[in-house]
Each structure stands twice: as structure tokens, then as C-alpha cells.
């Protein structure tokens, strides 16, 4: 039962808004936590000092326990002088005394986050990390329910036959369009050309050894060893319950499903139908499933934006990227621009209209840096919002959060081009076609996840040819400092591009029903539907 007072307050308070306001509390909360407790500048001075301290103790260390190893070689003859025992005896204890020193000095030297950003990491990071878990949760089951559901309400195969393909040629389309935006952007505006060969150094200096780019580094790595065909054999599992599996793989999840799908459809209807109504039911609870998880967005946001925001870079390295972020920003809103101009030309929708429907998408794809974990809300979004019909949004949608990342190719495109002015490395118009092929490529192998892109920006730079692999190492670590906000716009650049291509498919097709908005409901007793 609905009351009339729930409705309007639901109407002053649409979910968009309430994930705003998430959102916003979020920065701020982060931003006031990271100066509680903050060490004053003679602190940082202090430790800075132990750190030297330390560094040299350790050396001296080194040096006598090279020395102990000789003495105790020396000692091993029979004749040897009173004094070399006496000289170990020195050292023992000179070992002794410079570990007890080092352990000191390392309590201090760690004593350099502030209270208030550990109080983030340690109380409030597990609560967005727990949402996001929920939501990727639910997107296999999501996934295998509406695609079976939405195949088999197809009766025909030659039905999704012009689905799949119309889909994928515009994904491609839409990607190229991305590269070639971000060609434009980052050719005109030639932001690596300002970047001295000081700051790379400083840069790179910076994160060498930094576990976040040798994890990547090392998996980029794997990338590179794979074969042409590779993504193709890996779209196949072998094993279904691996394909679902913790380290799974969506595509592989997609490609059972459709080959069941399709079997389904190949045998008699009455055998199909228990099979087809369980699906069926285990959509709609999927879906609610979705509603109630929802329910923790806005907190959810708030944790995840309070966590970036405590985890993020010195602002000085931010400064010396400023340029090539905003390259990159630039390129995404014109991407975006693009969107809208098709929503409102091909599908002859109000632009802002469809940007209103899609907003709770788009604002979790921007905390989550995930395709994958936004998914469930895109589907619902794009349904229930947009009015797509699930016979076209159940296919496009999941294959598209996996293959068509236009908002990715765009990023890897400015950056490939970022790295070679950088580096002081010429780029032929040749180089440049290179580029927009492989970055189609890397794309649709990124897995939609946070930090994917760069990991196959590395493919990019490869097939490019100019760049040895330091060059490539140092490339990506150049871009590391401002990789998580980019890739937080690149993401909801991905799942705007899904939608868009869900609604072009839909219309061309006569699949573009009404909206059914379900408002979401705050009031638990409302989401029970009877
Ligand atoms: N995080 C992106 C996504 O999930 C992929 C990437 O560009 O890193 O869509």
C-alpha cells in the first residue's frame, strides 16, 4: 500500500538525487577525515628524517653482517687471533643494537597516515566494498535469468540472430567513433608535449616498486603472451561452474547461456515450458533482489566516495597530469554529446529525459569504476525507465557491459598518445590507424572492472611498435596517479554507451515500448507487489 505522504515525499526524493547527495557527503566526509588527526608539518618533517635514518641503519647493518660473515670464515682456521673474537663479539652486539634501532625506527617512520583516513579505511571502506560485492553478486544470476527469459520469449532464432548482429555492428561503430574523438582531442590539445622530462623521472621514481602498478604491470604481462585467437578460445568455458566462478568470466557466462537458450528453443514447446516458467520465476526474484540492494545505495556511494577520496594521489603529481585528465574529460563529454544527439535523432527521445532515466546508472558506474557491478541497475533502468523491451535489453545490455567500452577505447587512445609526446616518441598518421584498431580491440577484451583499461593500454602501446618495454612501464606508470578518477568517468561513459545502443537496437527493431517506472521505495512494506 502506498500512502499519498510516501509518494511525495518519493517524488521530492527521487534515487538519483538521494545517490547525489550520497555522493556528495562522500567527498566532503573524506576530505574533512584526511585533515583529523593529520600529523603537523614537523611531524612529517620528523618522519621523513627517520626514514633517512632508517635507511642508513639498515646499510650499516648490511655492512656488519657482511663483516660477521668474514670474521666467523676467519674464525673457522684453528690459529686465529685472540682479537677476531673479540672483534665478533663487537659486532654481535653492534647487530643486536642496529635491529633494535631499526624496529624503533620503523614504528615511527609508519606513524604518517592520519587518524581520520584510517578510521575511513578501517569503518567505512568495508560498507561500499560489501555493496559492491552485492551488486556483482547478483549479476550472473541476473544475467542467465533475463537472457534465458529473453530468448526464449524470442520463439525464433533468426529473431536474435538480427539482434545480436545489429548490436555488435553498432557497438563497433560507437567505439570507433570514441578513438577517433579521442585522436582528435589529444592531437589538438598535445598534452604530454608540456610534461618536462623531470617530472617523468619524478614520476616514475615516485611509483617504482608501488604495488598497484607492478600488480598491473605483471598482468599486462600475461596480456601480451596470449595469442590472436585467444579471446576467442576463452569466450568458450570448459567447465560451466568455473565460468561462474569467483575468477570467471562474463562472456563465458553469455555463451552458455545463449547456446542453451537456443537449444531451448530447437525442442518441442511443452518440453521447453518448465524450464522456460522457472526462469521465468527466478527473474522476478532476481530483479527484487536488485530493489533491495538498492535500498543501501546512497550510504553505499557515500563509503566508496569517502574511501577514493582518503586514497588519493598528492595533489602536486595531479597537477603535473592536469592536462592529459582533462584531455581525457573533454573527449568523454563529447562522447557523451554524441549520445545524446542519437538518443534524439535515431530514437527521437528527449535527451534529457533519457539522462534523467539513466542517472542512478550513471552515478553508480562513477563510485563503482565498474560495468560489471552496474550492471543489474542499467538492466533495470533500461527497461523499466527507458522502455526497452527485455528481448532486446536482456542480450545488448550484458554483452555490451563486457565488449563495447566506448568511454575505455577513448582513454586508451588519449593516453597511448599522451605516453609517446611524453616520451618524445613520433607517431606516423600509420601509428595513429594502428592505434584505433588495437584500442577496439583492447576494448572489447577489457574486463569491466576498475583499472582494466590501463592494464590493456599495454596491448595498445604493443602493437604501436615504437615503444620498448621500459618505455611501456614507464608510460603506465606515468598515468597511474590519475587513473582511478578517469576511470570513474570512462565507466559511466561505458554504461551511457550501453544504454544508448540498447535504445537504437529497441527502436530500429519496434521494441521501444512505454516506461513502466517502478519507483524505488524506501518503505520496505512497499516493495512487497502482491
Ligand atoms: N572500469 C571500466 C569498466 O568497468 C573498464 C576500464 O576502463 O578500466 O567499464
Not at 589538438?188 to 604491470?217: C, F, R
Not at 595533489?315 to 603535473?320: D, T
Not at 537496437?505 to 519507483?519: F, I, M, N, R, T
Request: net charge negative; charged share 20%; aromatic share 6%.
Amino acid at each position: 500500500m502506498t500512502s499519498n505522504s510516501t509518494s511525495k515525499s518519493k517524488k521530492k526524493f527521487p534515487l538519483h538525487l538521494k545517490i547525489l547527495v550520497g555522493m556528495l557527503l562522500g567527498v566532503v566526509f573524506g576530505i574533512v577525515m584526511i585533515g583529523v588527526g593529520s600529523p603537523s608539518k614537523e611531524e612529517i618533517a620528523e618522519v621523513k628524517k627517520n626514514k633517512n635514518f632508517l635507511e642508513n641503519t639498515v646499510d650499516d647493518l648490511h655492512a656488519a653482517q657482511a663483516e660477521l660473515v668474514l670474521i666467523n670464515d676467519a674464525l673457522a682456521t684453528s690459529n686465529a687471533p685472540l682479537e677476531k673474537f673479540q672483534e665478533r663479539e663487537r659486532l654481535q652486539k653492534k647487530i643486536g643494537e642496529l635491529s633494535n634501532r631499526i624496529s624503533d625506527l620503523e614504528k615511527v617512520s609508519r606513524v604518517n597516515a592520519s587518524a581520520g583516513k584510517q578510521f575511513v579505511i578501517d569503518w567505512i571502506k568495508p560498507w561500499g566494498k560489501i555493496f559492491v560485492s552485492l551488486l556483482k553478486l547478483i549479476a550472473i544470476p541476473l544475467i542467465v535469468a533475463s537472457l534465458l527469459k529473453g530468448i526464449s520469449d524470442l520463439k525464433d532464432i533468426s529473431k536474435f540472430r538480427k539482434i545480436g548482429g545489429r548490436s555488435i555492428l553498432i557497438y563497433v561503430g560507437t567505439t570507433i567513433v570514441a578513438i577517433c574523438i579521442g585522436l582528435l582531442a589529444v592531437n589538438i590539445a598535445q598534452p604530454g608535449n608540456g610534461i618536462s622530462d623531470e617530472t617523468v623521472k619524478t614520476m616514475t621514481d615516485t611509483y617504482a616498486g608501488n604495488s598497484g602498478i607492478v600488480s598491473k604491470l605483471e598482468t599486462a604481462d600475461s596480456q601480451l603472451n596470449s595469442g590472436p585467437l585467444d579471446f576467442i578460445v576463452d569466450m568458450v568455458p570448459s567447465n560451466l561452474f568455473g565460468a561462474l566462478g569467483d575468477n570467471g568470466n562474463m562472456l563465458q557466462v553469455i555463451f552458455f547461456v545463449i547456446f542453451f537458450g537456443i537449444a531451448m528453443l530447437l525442442i518441442p514447446e511443452d518440453k521447453s515450458k518448465p524450464i522456460k516458467d522457472f526462469f521465468d520465476g527466478l527473474n522476478d526474484i532476481v530483479l527484487k533482489m536488485v530493489d533491495l540492494i538498492m535500498l543501501g545505495a546512497p550510504y553505499a556511494v557515500f563509503a566508496l566516495l569517502a574511501t577514493v577520496v582518503v586514497s588519493s594521489e598528492s595533489p602536486e603529481i595531479l597537477y603535473a597530469l592536469i592536462w592529459y585528465g582533462l584531455t581525457v574529460v573533454f573527449g568523454l563529454l563529447i562522447m557523451i554529446g554524441f549520445y545524446l544527439m542519437l538518443v534524439g535523432l535515431v530514437v527521437k527521445k528527449n535527451p534529457l529525459w533519457f539522462l534523467k532515466q539513466l542517472a542512478p546508472a550513471q552515478l553508480l558506474a562513477f563510485t563503482t569504476s565498474s560495468s560489471a557491478a552496474t550492471l543489474p541497475v542499467t538492466m533495470e533502468r533500461v527497461e523499466e525507465h527507458l522502455g526497452v523491451e527485455k528481448e532486446v535489453s536482456s542480450f545488448v545490455l550484458p554483452v555490451g557491459a563486457t565488449i563495447n567500452m566506448d568511454g575505455t577505447s577513448l582513454y586508451q587512445a588519449v593516453a597511448a598518445v599522451f605516453i609517446a609526446q611524453a616520451l618524445g616518441v613520433d607517431l606516423t598518421l600509420m601509428d595513429q590507424m594502428t592505434i584505433i584498431l588495437t584500442a577496439l580491440m583492447a576494448s572489447i577484451g577489457s574486463a569491466a572492472v576498475p583499472g582494466a583499461g590501463m592494464v590493456m593500454l599495454v596491448i595498445v602501446l604493443q602493437a604501436v611498435g615504437k615503444f620498448s618495454p621500459e618505455q611501456i612501464a614507464i608510460g603506465l606508470t606515468l598515468i597511474f596517479a590519475v587513473d582511478r578518477p578517469l576511470d570513474m568517468l570512462r565507466t559511466t561513459v561505458n554504461v551511457t554507451g550501453d544504454a544508448t545502443v540498447s535504445m537504437i537496437v529497441a527502436k530500429s527493431l519496434g521494441k521501444l515500448g512505454d516506461p513502466h517506472p517502478k519507483e524505488w521505495d524506501d518503505n520496505i512494506e512497499n516493495l512487497h507487489q502482491g
